[in-house]
């Protein structure tokens, strides 16, 4: 993004990101992030360190410091997430964002809960438009 965009949309899951920083009109196709894999990476990471989720933690913060440079030049962003605990990887990322990378947690202006996993582009759009409906007059 090489000029400021306002509000953009980023849908989070431990293996993806889906960034909308072209507006929300229906229709609207996000670019997509794939986050690191750590059993391709790292092939000395034991199988049931795998399993357990004791090796993404590099993983995460790579992706995590990606998804900040992908959305340096917007204003505010809203989040899309899904899971609990180690699980959210939004909740992950913006923890992560808070610590490491201030700029990027200072545009988060919310943040929602769903079933990405279920979840066309459309749809989140649509949860998205819905959230902004909603609180736009608080944040504007």
Do not use: C
Not at 4 to 32: C, H, M, N, Q, Y
Not at 37 to 54: D, T
Not at 64 to 78: C, M, P
């Amino acid at each position: 993004m090489s000029e400021s965009v306002g509000l953009i949309a980023i849908a989070v899951t431990r293996d993806e990101a889906r960034i909308w920083d072209a507006g929300f009109d229906k229709g609207t196709k996000p670019t997509t992030m794939r986050a690191p894999n750590e059993m391709q990476r790292h092939h000395h990471i034991r199988e049931a360190q795998h399993h357990h989720g004791h090796d993404t933690e590099h993983a995460d913060i790579a992706f995590f410091e990606g998804l900040a440079d992908a959305t340096a030049d917007s204003r505010e962003i809203i989040l899309v997430g899904h899971g609990t605990g180690k699980a959210n990887a939004m909740l992950r990322m913006v923890q992560y964002w808070e610590r490491k990378r201030p700029e990027a947690a200072a545009k988060v202006i919310g943040a929602v809960d769903s079933n990405l996993d279920a979840m066309s582009d459309a749809a989140v759009l649509g949860l998205v438009r819905e959230w902004w409906d909603e609180h736009r007059e608080f944040v504007e």
